[in-house]
């Protein structure tokens, strides 16, 4: 928690918001073309999949719980 109290903390970012507001109006552009971006981004090479370290491809025993337990 910052030691500003909260109604000057509040009066601070207002100000801020209307400088960004302001400046950001003058420079942001008015159209943005769009079209063949997404084309024309790189795309990742293609990789062989590596085997997970831990996968021994057998299934796992069923083994009962004895008389008695119970697993939660």
Same mark, same amino acid.
């Given at each position: 928690?910052?030691?500003?109290?909260?109604?000057?903390?509040?009066?601070?970012?207002?100000?801020? &918001?209307?400088?960004?507001?302001?400046?950001?109006?003058?420079?942001?552009?008015?159209?943005?073309?769009?079209?063949? /971006?997404?084309?024309?981004?790189?795309?990742? &090479? &293609? /990789?062989?999949?590596?085997?997970? &370290?831990?996968?021994?491809?057998?299934?796992?025993?069923?083994?009962?719980?004895?008389?008695?337990?119970?697993?939660?």
């Amino acid at each position: 928690m910052s030691g500003i109290p909260l109604h000057i903390q509040r009066k601070l970012e207002q100000r801020w &918001a209307a400088k960004l507001a302001l400046s950001g109006a003058s420079v942001a552009p008015k159209s943005i073309d769009l079209k063949g /971006t997404v084309n024309s981004l790189p795309r990742p &090479a &293609a /990789t062989k999949e590596k085997p997970v &370290a831990s996968d021994n491809q057998l299934a796992w025993p069923f083994i009962p719980f004895p008389e008695g337990w119970y697993g939660a």
